[in-house]
């Protein structure tokens, strides 16, 4: 399975009573899809993690706004809960049999982890948590980007042998290079306007694979 990128926010205080707000400021930061946008499910968890949704409800036939979401985790605000939501944003996505780009959804897991909930995950995780899709979609494959790239990558399965072979045509590396880019950009902007919106102590972009995940990003970034 691909690794994943997350990003994690712990806030300067993250009382019961403000649950609510700073979830509804944190929400209206995503970038949402222009094809696919509003929030197709909600699960509430109370306790730990371990425990069944103590609610969870599926929008993907008539996705709802952030106001629609918030009136219905209103009822369930507790300081012993997380709230689970999904939604999607626009990426550039790399398509290895037409070796061509396309802006196209990818799902954004957004986890909100109340102080109590879980023996006080939110200080390992953050109080906001988003899963923002596939690694690949900011560092790209086989490090073939950034100051290091390799010569030469074995192939891991069909797939990535139809996608190195693309990558064999310089001008096919060049549009990789730019549309992962575009990618990372558009993250560094969501981080910025998530820092201004919420009352942030702390924020990390990091992911499974990345040993130090904004390094990399910067390394990408930096390469001319």
């Not at 709802?64 to 009136?71: L, Q, V």
């Not at 560092?139 to 980007?145: D, E, R, V, W, Y």
């Amino acid at each position: 399975m691909a690794n994943q990128a997350y990003v994690s926010v712990w806030c300067r205080d993250f009382p019961e009573d403000q649950i609510l707000n700073r979830l509804d400021m944190f929400l209206a930061t995503i970038p949402f899809s222009a094809a696919r946008p509003g929030i197709d499910r909600i699960a509430i968890r109370a306790i730990e993690a371990s425990e069944p949704p103590i609610l969870e409800q599926d929008f993907r036939a008539m996705p709802i706004e952030i106001a629609g979401a918030i009136d219905i985790i209103r009822g369930y605000v507790h300081s012993d809960c997380s709230y689970e939501l999904r939604c999607y944003w626009d990426l550039a996505v790399f398509d290895s049999s037409s070796a061509k780009f396309t802006m196209e959804p990818q799902s954004i897991e957004v986890l909100c982890n109340a102080p109590d909930y879980d023996n006080g995950l939110w200080v390992e995780n953050g109080h906001c948590q988003v899963c923002l899709g596939f690694e690949h979609s900011f560092t790209g494959h086989a490090g073939l980007l950034g100051p290091q790239r390799r010569a030469s990558a074995l192939a891991a399965s069909q797939e990535e042998a139809r996608f190195l072979e693309a990558m064999a045509w310089p001008e096919n590396i060049e549009r990789y290079q730019e549309k992962t880019r575009e990618n990372i950009r558009k993250l560094l902007d969501w981080t910025q306007r998530m820092a201004k919106a919420v009352p942030v102590e702390r924020l990390r972009l990091w992911s499974e694979g990345e040993e130090d995940l904004e390094a990399r990003l910067e390394e990408i970034l930096a390469v001319q």
